[in-house]
Structure formats: C-alpha cells, structure tokens
C-alpha cells in the first residue's frame, strides 16, 4: 500500500499530511512534487493544504490545471481514492472531481480555531471508521472555505448522501450559530459521485495525535487504509 502527498508550490500542510500517514499510521508514503508527476503507483492521493500559487485567480484554480492533476484526475476516474483537504479540497473542485465550489467566507476574513463537524455519512472510504452522527473536533484554517452549490447540486448530495461533514455544535445540532463562514447548509465535505473523493475543508492531518489537542481526525486516514486492504489496490500506473 502506497499513499502520494502532492506538493505544489505554496503547500504548506504537506508535510503535516506525511508525518501522519508514515509515522502516525504507519504507511508507505511519498511527497510527490507536482512537477515531478506520480511515477510510481499509488492506492490513495492526498491534496494538502497550503495556498498554492498564491490562491491567484481563485484558491486551487491555477494548481488545479497543473499536468500531475490529468493523472489524478484519471487515478480517481479509475477507482482510485483521492482525499483534498482545505486548498486541496479547492484543487479537487477546480479540477472538477466534486461538485460546488469552495470560496470567500460570508464575513471575508481568514478563519483559525478548532470546530465541530458531524459525520452524514459512514460507509464512504473516508468516513467508515466513525458513528454516523457522530460529532468530532477538528481545525480549520481558511478565508475561502465556504462551501457553494447550485440548489439541485445540493438536493443531489442530500439525496445520494453525498455530503460527508457538516459544521455543528459540540452536541450535533447544525445551526447558523455553528456554520463558521456561511457554507450552504453547513457542508464541508463532500464526496464525489462514486464516493472515492472527498474533498474537506477542515484539517485531519491536524487533529491525529492526542497531543494535538485532538485525534479525531486520524480516523479518515484510518479508514482509507482500512478500505484499500479490504477492497484491494486500484493504483495509477
């Protein structure tokens, strides 16, 4: 089993992402930099986060045309699973692997604290490790996190059960109160129509280790390790 961690310039989670994965988790894992494409096979890509390129023209847009993302486009189109968190889940929509876009926050300001999302869904690759409706503590660190949609996108998602994570407060309960930059009904995470992309705003890699004040969110990376030993590898040549 081998996981890639895409580096492009102005990513600054990546190597969070990687200590997780190889040191936390225990899986092979390369940092892949964008120039150099996916020259080995991979079972699972990560997007970390970061501001790549300078978030110019939109956050994810130029990184998101960038030649490795025809691979990854392909790995995903062939099974493969492909995870996008918070300027990778903007790269995972611009390159038009799930649906809706990520952009500037209701109250346009850049956004640094610790959250609570619930799980909608538990039987992605993503996702099956936690309770559905369970509620987990994770951080987010973004000024264009808020999650848009035309409004049958969203009755779509809600309807094939697509949406991944909502914005909540400590007991569950998903009001306006506890939507920190307007999304559209709460969502930041959203999985693609196969259900092997998730592309979240928020930030596991940063809640993995209880030192972190927090491990709530090593059980997505868990559970696309559990996944891919179950189901077999589905690599990019």
């Known amino acids: 089993m081998r996981f890639a961690v895409v580096q492009f310039g102005g990513s600054n989670c990546d190597r969070d992402t990687y200590h997780v994965l190889a040191d936390v988790c225990g899986v092979d894992t390369d940092l892949v930099w964008y120039k150099d494409g996916l020259r080995r096979p991979y079972d699972a890509v990560v997007l ?35 995870l996008g968190i918070c300027n990778g889940a903007q790269i995972s929509s611009e390159a038009g692997l799930t649906p809706g876009t990520f952009t500037l926050n209701a109250y346009p300001k850049f956004i640094s604290r610790h959250v609570y999302l619930r799980v ?41 059960d697509r949406v991944a994570f909502r914005f909540c407060d400590e007991h569950g309960n998903v009001t306006s109160e506890s939507n920190p930059n307007g999304s559209t009904e709460n969502i930041t995470g959203v999985l693609s129509e196969n259900g092997n992309v998730l592309a979240m705003m928020p930030h596991p890699e940063r809640a993995s280790e209880p030192v972190l004040g927090s491990d709530d969110g090593v059980k997505i990376f868990n559970s696309m390790i559990a996944y891919i030993e179950e189901h077999g590898a589905r690599r990019v040549a």
Not at 124 to 138: C, D, H, M, N, Q
């Open 48 to 82: 970390p986060g970061g501001f790549s390129y300078g978030d110019y023209l939109r956050a994810g847009a130029i990184a998101a045309r960038t030649p490795i993302m025809t691979e990854i486009v392909r790995h995903a189109n062939e099974g493969g699973l492909v």
């Open 120 to 160: 909608e869904n538990n039987t992605s690759p993503f996702t099956a490790l936690y309770r559905k409706g369970e509620v987990i503590r994770v951080p987010i660190a973004h000024k264009e996190g808020r999650y848009v949609a035309p409004e049958d996108t969203i009755a779509q998602l809600n309807r094939k």
